[in-house]
């Protein structure tokens, strides 16, 4: 199911949260999935926009198509197609947990404006070791 961003609060505390752009969309996503899925809460999958995606790589699949392949998967409850910061959804969402790749450990975890806000509503931020493969890698592979 697709919510826009006033849909957000009627789901708040009740779901964890997974986050990124998923362009390219591969088995380390749906792994990712089934990961934040066990945690025993429905997932909601925060789409980034396509303006945040390009400044990574050109836009493969467009946010509305990203969110229709998404919305399709057996363990992602909810979709939102973010039109604010991260930050905003979370504040607004208030998930009761925040699902992140292993691999942002290593960057030293999620960003410090997330964590704050994170904290401030008592969501519990999990790292998941579920990255089999990487968006970037992949476009890596082909240019």
Sequence with gaps: MIVDLRGLESLRG??????????????GHV???AAARALGHPVLCNVCP???TARKHP???TQSQRGA???AMRDISYVHLS?????E???R???????????WQHRGGVPADERETCERHGTRIAYLDTVLNSSTAILGRHR
Aim: hydrophobic share 45%.
């Design 31 to 33: 792994a990712y999935f």
């Design 89 to 91: 959804v979370l504040d």
């Design 69 to 71: 392949v998404l919305d």
């Design 14 to 27: 009740a779901v964890t949260m997974v986050d990124g752009s998923f362009d390219p969309i591969h088995e």
């Design 93 to 103: 969402l208030r998930p009761a947990v925040y699902a992140k790749g292993s691999d």
């Design 83 to 87: 039109t604010v910061s991260t930050r």
């Design 50 to 52: 396509d303006e945040w």
């Design 59 to 61: 836009v493969l699949l």
